[in-house]
């Protein structure tokens, strides 16, 4: 039944040990024994120099199996969206490190708003939906009800003061300490809740934050920071409706189409590595890709329950590299970007952009070529408004189209990897694919022993 599909679904279309023991993500590792982590770290050192040796001394990509050879195309490349969704995707220690950073954030949001009482902290976005990269950032978003309050200054006191016999010193002094603090206090109330929160980050965190912008000139102002220790950026908005619910929507047609994850992290890394993943640069934006890949599925699903004896095969209505092949054709060679908007209400349909209805929203006449997307929580916004590079976006996924299918057609042009002629393996890949080789070797290494009992280490 549809209700019991999983990601595990998603499996290499080879069987063999070689492929189970390569599926497994080191996840798992993290329940074994004292003894085996103490192993782990005594023999990571020299394991991981030899494996990063190995695999910087070819060619192959990170998430490439190599026992596999001789598979069709598309199957091929199905296998690689798989490992490389394997590779890629949070694993559980990734997730702890940021769970901890949104605690400590929460907590000092907590301490200049007047605590959880005033207001609400909530994660929304990619970590909310668990399609987050390895370095992507983290939003979120404080509901407050007011600025905090600070008492004010009795006066009293010091007027009394100033009828008592004081010296004009002393007297100067006290009116000088009085008008420093009702000055403190109108700044503050003064301030916005970014500036707020941006002086709460530099008193609370220091020398722990490498970046730190307040960005209030703009349709989502925010405080834009970065954790030092842990390299993660986070973004944090005040009082936008709508970044909650849209996780919940999201995760949702997770479940409901189980192809959306994998084809979300291989698309969101495609379009980072070439500069077009932000929406301030003209990129596409996380939601708005999602939204894309969400339409297509549902018109591909569509179509398959309409026309599958006519003109789809079982093999290709399962196939991950057949979704991608798909994918990119439709939105790189034969979507209509001038005419036609998308909306993913009713099960998703097209509209006309220039409609009585649509146009005061979704219609630029001077970017009649820009992607309309209707926001399903609000069928007035256009999620794909501000992605005025999206000529360059439609050329770039037409060319990957055109590459793949070099590569799976017959007669196929030759090549290690298929999926690595549109994804470019990176640095973060091969640490990923070391770590992984360095804890199944361990593990081999530990399985091979024979029983008997371990000495326990004396703790100095």
Request: a negative charge; one cysteine or more.
């Amino acid at each position: 039944a549809e209700e019991d599909w999983k990601d595990a679904d998603f499996v290499c279309l080879i069987d063999s040990a070689a492929d189970e023991v390569e599926s497994k993500t080191f996840v798992d590792k993290k329940d074994s024994s004292n003894h085996q982590r103490y192993v782990v770290r005594q023999n990571e050192s020299s394991l991981e120099q030899s494996l990063l040796g190995s695999e910087l001394s070819h060619h192959w990509p990170p998430w490439k199996n190599l026992s596999e050879g001789g598979s069709p195309g598309l199957v091929t490349l199905h296998n690689e969206i798989v490992d490389f969704v394997s590779l890629m995707e949070p694993q559980q220690e990734e997730v702890e490190v940021r769970e901890d950073v949104i605690r400590q954030v929460t907590n000092i949001i907590h301490q200049a708003f007047g605590g959880s009482d005033n207001c609400n902290v909530e994660v929304f976005g990619s970590h909310a939906t668990s399609l987050f990269l390895p370095h992507s950032d983290i939003d979120l978003v404080v509901y407050c009800k007011d600025k905090p309050d600070i008492q004010e200054v009795d006066s009293s006191s010091s007027e009394a003061a100033s009828k008592t016999s004081l010296t004009v010193a002393q007297q100067e002094r006290i009116d000088m300490e009085n008008w420093s603090i009702h000055t403190s206090i109108a700044s503050h109330q003064n301030k916005s809740h970014y500036a707020i929160l941006a002086d709460a980050l530099r008193s609370e965190w220091g020398s722990k934050l490498s970046y730190l912008e307040v960005i209030e000139n703009t349709r989502v102002p925010l405080v834009k920071f970065t954790h030092k220790p842990t390299n993660l950026s986070v973004d944090v908005c005040f009082n936008q409706e709508g970044g909650p619910e849209a996780a919940a929507l999201m995760n949702q047609w997770l479940m409901d189409l189980p192809p959306l994850r994998p084809l979300c992290f291989v698309l969101k890394y495609f379009l980072a590595c070439r500069g077009l993943n932000e929406t301030y640069t003209g990129g596409i934006g996380s939601y708005a890709l999602q939204l894309m890949i969400v339409s297509f599925l549902q018109q591909r699903t569509r179509e398959e329950y309409n026309f599958s004896s006519a003109i789809s095969s079982p093999q290709n209505s399962a196939n991950l590299g057949s979704m991608m092949l798909e994918f990119l054709e439709l939105y790189g060679i034969d979507f209509n970007y001038v005419t036609v908007g998308i909306s993913l209400r009713s099960g998703g349909y097209y509209f006309p952009k220039g409609s009585k209805d649509k146009s005061p929203f979704f219609w630029q006449p001077s970017r009649p070529f820009f992607l309309a997307i209707e926001n399903p929580l609000d069928t007035t916004h256009d999620v794909g408004k501000g992605s005025y590079r999206m000529m360059q976006i439609q050329k770039s996924f037409e060319v990957a189209f055109r590459t793949l299918l070099a590569h799976v057609s017959e007669p196929a042009v030759p090549t290690e990897s298929v999926l690595a002629t549109i994804l470019p393996p990176t640095k973060e890949m091969v640490k990923r694919s070391v770590l992984r080789g360095v804890l199944q070797q361990l593990e081999s290494r530990i399985q091979q022993r024979p029983d008997k009992p371990q000495k326990r280490r004396r703790l100095k």
